[in-house]
Structure formats: structure tokens, C-alpha cells
């Protein structure tokens, strides 16, 4: 086995990690104390290829490897969370979804762009709706309604927690058109926002990654044309669960990175901080803690790379991705916690940073499947 990264690789990490210390960390503070949409940074991402890492080439991407943008989304996340995951869902989500499902016009039309980053020099992006009021992580349970009028659909419904939801341009929607179908009665649409009866609801004031645009949308009698549903008739649900598996590793790579910079901000913190004489790196209570930090991390990064490798591979990653979203994401919940005690009394003031690590760490053990929806994904393929 070979665990050297190769040039390409390691020169994607630096590119990522020289953005995140030039262009995230100025203002950081400031973004999450405002709810301020980092729209410069992604707008840089979009100038470096970041929105569109894993399209091929022919649809304006940057036709690279999952293993690259693991080490992307790691590198940026530890400097802040909120960039990171608008580029997660990006990436992930909606250009994987349009360039493995979508149709030859639709990536044309869409997809493109969306890889870009940009569309007539201004920022295009898109989002993601599944969830709703009560349909999180029970994607069979939608109510939001898609109503076949023959040459197109009526789409009604609202959706919850919608990343990028007020600034993103276009939406995929997940609706369910036949209720008696169950989940193969369910699809997935392409949404322009500008299209009317979208209504996009107030920005959500949320305990972590507060910069990232969260809202709540409304669909209100929305036609949408037949060209712009994805797959069959049905496809839907099966859509969204190949593409949330695919997320669960940019979610997992997030969580990689919080809990590295965390850990990075505690090393340097301990080297340098005074108690009883000494460095508190040299007292036990406080190494023990960043000897088990480094291995935590260490182990997620492994995971977060064997689901990426078998992404790559076209092999099934469910399983990978699964554990590698639950793993990670406890690491950086603990971590974060942890960096806050060897901090004292400073892990509690902003400018040092670890306390805002700590709230942004938690919402990825919730976000593209709860731990628990995880370990059920888990249990199922262990079991079988």
C-alpha cells in the first residue's frame, strides 16, 4: 500500500492551504459574528477551480481526483468551516449529481456553470433540498409535491436547512410525485431560483458555520418544465442517496479539517502558554491530550481516504463514507472540546479561534445524515 501523495496532490493541498491562511482567516471572525456569506472567497474558489474539483474537463471543471479534494475541503476547513461547506455541497451534491445523472443538455446547460463557479462573471452555484419540516434524514417521507401536468410539473412544498438556499442559482429539488409509489414515486428537479413562486425565507442564525447561507424555501404552484426533471420517472430517491453518499466524504473531509486546525491552534497554544514553571506542552494532562488528538485525526484522515480511494475506484463507498463521516465527525466534536480546555480560559475569547471550531464542529455529526442514520448504514452492511 502506498500512502505517499503524489505531486499533483500535494500541490493541490498547498494551493488550498496558502487560500485558506490569505483569504479565509482575514475577516473570519468578523463573518461569523455578522452571518456575513463569504461571497469573495467563494468567488476566488471559483478562480482556482474549487467548485467544480471532481468534473471532467469537457463540462469546465478541474477533472481531479476525490483524494484532491478530500485534501482541499481538509485545508480550508481548518481555517473556517463556513467556506468549506459551501464548497462541499457545491462539489458533492450538485455538480456530482448533474454529471452522473443528468442528461446531455442538462450538463450543458447547468452543469457547466455550476463547475465554474461563475456565469457572466457572476457567482452561480447550487443547492441541494431534501430536507424538510419532518424529512431530514427520512428521505421517503417527503411532502413537498411535484403534480405531472403533462408537458411539465407544479411543484409545492417548503424545505429546511438549505445550504447556499439564497445565494445558490439553481436548486435540485427532491419531490414526491406519486404518494402511493412510496419512495419510487419520488424525483428530483432542477430549480431555477429566479423562476416564480421560489421564495426564499429568512437566513437561519445557526450556533456554527453562521457565514454559510442557510435558509428555508418556499415553492409556491412552480412550473417546471418535464426537460428538467433527472432520470426516470421514480429515480428520485435513489438520486439522492448515491449523491448523499458522495457528501458524507466532503462532509467527513470538513470534519477532518476543524479538528486539525483545532489540533494545530492547541500545539502551538501549548508551546508557548506558561504554568508551574514550564510550557504546559510539558506537562502530561496537557501531552496526553495532543498525543490523542494527533491519533484521532490521524485515523479519520485514513478513513476520510479509503472512501475517497474507493470513490476513485468506482467501487461501492456507502460503507466508507458512512464510517468515515462518523468517525470524523466525533473526532472534531472531541477535539474541538478539547482544545477549548487546553486553551482555559482563552479557548472561551474569539480571536482564539478554537470556541468558534467547537460550534462549527458539531453540526457534522447532523448534517448529510445524523451519526445515528450513519451507524444504522453501517450495522446494515455489516450485518448483511
Known amino acids: 500500500m502506498n500512502f505517499e501523495l503524489s505531486e499533483e496532490h500535494l500541490m493541490i493541498q ?30 476566488k474558489l471559483a478562480d482556482l477551480g474549487f467548485l467544480g474539483m471532481m468534473v471532467s474537463q469537457e463540462y469546465g471543471g478541474a477533472g481531479l481526483d476525490t483524494i484532491s479534494y478530500v485534501l482541499a475541503m481538509e485545508e480550508i476547513s481548518k481555517i473556517d468551516a463556513s467556506v468549506s461547506v459551501c464548497m462541499s455541497v457545491n462539489n458533492s451534491l450538485v455538480c456530482y449529481g448533474l ?69 445558490a442559482s439553481v436548486y435540485l429539488v427532491i419531490a414526491q410525485t406519486d404518494v402511493a409509489k412510496g419512495p419510487k414515486g419520488i424525483n428530483v428537479f432542477i430549480v431555477e431560483k429566479s423562476w416564480p413562486g421560489v421564495v426564499v425565507a429568512a437566513k437561519e442564525n445557526k450556533l456554527g458555520i453562521r457565514a454559510s447561507d442557510t435558509h428555508t424555501i418556499l415553492f409556491n404552484d412552480v412550473k417546471v418544465p418535464k426537460e428538467n426533471r433527472i432520470g426516470e420517472d421514480g429515480f428520485g430517491f435513489k438520486f439522492a442517496m448515491k449523491t448523499l453518499a458522495g457528501g458524507r466524504i466532503g462532509i467527513a473531509s470538513q470534519a477532518l479539517g476543524i479538528a486539525s486546525g483545532a489540533y494545530e491552534l492547541s500545539l502551538k497554544y501549548s508551546k508557548e502558554r ?10 502530561q494532562a ?33 460503507l466508507s ?54 451507524r444504522i448504514v453501517i450495522s446494515r452492511s455489516i450485518l448483511k
Open 99 to 167: 454529471e452522473a445523472y443528468g442528461t446531455e443538455e442538462q450538463k450543458q446547460k447547468y452543469l457547466t456553470p455550476l463547475a465554474q463557479g461563475k456565469k457572466n462573471d457572476e457567482l452561480y452555484i447550487g443547492a441541494f433540498l431534501l430536507s424538510e419540516p419532518e424529512a431530514g434524514s427520512d428521505a421517503t417521507s417527503q411532502r413537498t409535491t411535484a403534480e405531472d401536468k403533462g408537458d411539465h410539473y407544479v411543484l409545492n412544498g417548503t424545505k429546511n436547512w438549505i445550504t447556499n438556499g439564497g445565494t
Open 274 to 283: 506558561k504554568a508551574f514553571g514550564t510550557e504546559i506542552s510539558n506537562h
Open 321 to 374: 463514507s458512512s464510517m468515515a463521516k462518523v468517525y470524523a465527525s466525533e473526532t472534531a466534536m472531541w477535539t474541538t472540546v478539547e482544545a477549548v480546555q487546553i486553551h482555559g480560559g482563552y479557548g472561551f475569547v474569539k480571536e482564539y479561534h478554537v470556541e468558534r471550531l467547537m460550534r462549527d464542529a458539531k453540526i457534522t455529526q447532523i448534517y448529510e445524515g445524523t451519526s445515528e442514520v450513519q
Open 14 to 43: 498547498q494551493a488550498a492551504r496558502d487560500f485558506a491562511r490569505t483569504e479565509c482567516l482575514p475577516g473570519v471572525i468578523e463573518r461569523d459574528e455578522k452571518m456575513q456569506f463569504p461571497r469573495e472567497q467563494i468567488m
Open 286 to 318: 496537557i501531552a496526553f491530550k495532543l498525543a490523542d488528538m494527533a491519533t484521532r485525526i490521524e485515523a479519520a484522515r485514513l478513513l476520510c481516504m479509503q472512501a475517497a480511494f474507493d470513490k476513485d475506484q468506482k467501487k461501492d463507498y456507502t
